[in-house]
């Protein structure tokens, strides 16, 4: 122990001397990220999915009667996977929006950056607690709605469910830390959650089906991210789906690697963040 400490005064300024994945720190800032929304669990859980089973209450009401079909299956049964994915990606964006971003507004953003954490590791705690944010928001969802009369969300692909939630959650992740990275204020990340979150969950195909759309809408749709991890999402729970299922599912990792490198680029330079 002595001559471990002793090897640590040695060290030369700017030589890492933790090899390896400093575990102990990443899993503690980890914990810090999940207790801070957990505090508040009725605000960051259970409020949205009871404005999520809201959204359910109305539009079966008003669009759901009269034995209504998509693809298929009864309008409640088609929406509800699509509505607790829609949760979980809005709620993932929350939680990485805010802790980089309150950091340089309150002036702790050395809390992040003092600790012997690699960025790697910075990006890892912090994408980590947006995504057992956004299933804790998804479990709660599917828990709720399996109590609604009226709606089926039996899982029919497990797989699929994992894979399309835990990739959904974690492009929301990378796009909040990045805005977490480039906001400075409330109402640059507002901006980014009313301009860019909400119009691709509501043009995701969440309430209806693309292949009813006109062509060039259609087309539009298929651009969108958001329209795979609905569909694929949605596919795990009916086993239908309006896209093709590997190739979101091939195509969203592929995203989720550029943003992850972008997050680590941004980071890594310290822009906004140590300047």
């Known amino acids: 122990m002595n001559d471990q400490l002793s ?21 503690t800032l980890y914990i810090k990220e999940v207790r801070r929304f957990f505090k508040v669990k009725m605000q960051t859980v259970w409020a949205p999915a009871i404005t999520t089973l ?14 209504r079909t998509v693809l298929g299956v009864p309008f409640a049964d088609f929406i509800a996977p699509g509505l607790i994915m829609m949760g979980m990606l809005q709620n993932s964006f929350a939680n990485a929006s805010f802790s980089l971003m309150v950091g340089k507004m309150q002036g702790t953003i050395v809390d992040y950056l003092m600790p012997p954490l690699s960025t790697g ?13 956004a299933f804790l928001v998804g ?8 109590l609604w009369p009226g709606v089926h969300v039996s899982v029919a692909h497990p797989l699929a469910v994992a894979w399309f939630g835990l990739m959904g959650a974690m492009l929301l992740a990378f796009l909040g830390v990045l805005t977490s990275i480039w906001a400075d204020k ?22 209806y089906s693309v292949d009813k759309l006109a062509p060039a809408f259609r087309a539009v749709s298929h651009v969108n991210p958001f329209f795979y991890i609905i569909s694929g999402f949605r596919f795990g729970f009916l086993g239908e789906a309006d896209s093709p299922i590997m190739v979101g599912a091939v195509g969203l ?14 980071l890594k330079s310290g822009w906004k963040i140590k300047n």
Do not use: H
């Open 7 to 27: 090897s640590w005064v040695r060290a030369e300024p700017g030589v890492p001397t933790l090899k390896g994945v400093n575990w102990g720190g990443l899993r």
């Open 54 to 67: 809201l959204y359910l209450v109305i539009f079966t009401v008003a669009l759901g009667r009269q034995g």
């Open 121 to 133: 590791e910075l990006i890892a705690a912090l994408v980590g607690a947006a995504v057992s944010r």
């Open 139 to 146: 479990g709660a969802v599917w828990l709720v709605m399996l």
């Open 186 to 207: 409330f109402d640059q990340a507002a901006m980014v959650t009313n301009f860019v979150v909400t119009p691709l969950s509501l043009l995701s195909g969440t309430f």
């Open 253 to 266: 990792l592929v995203l989720n690697t550029a943003l992850a490198a972008a997050c680590y680029a941004l």
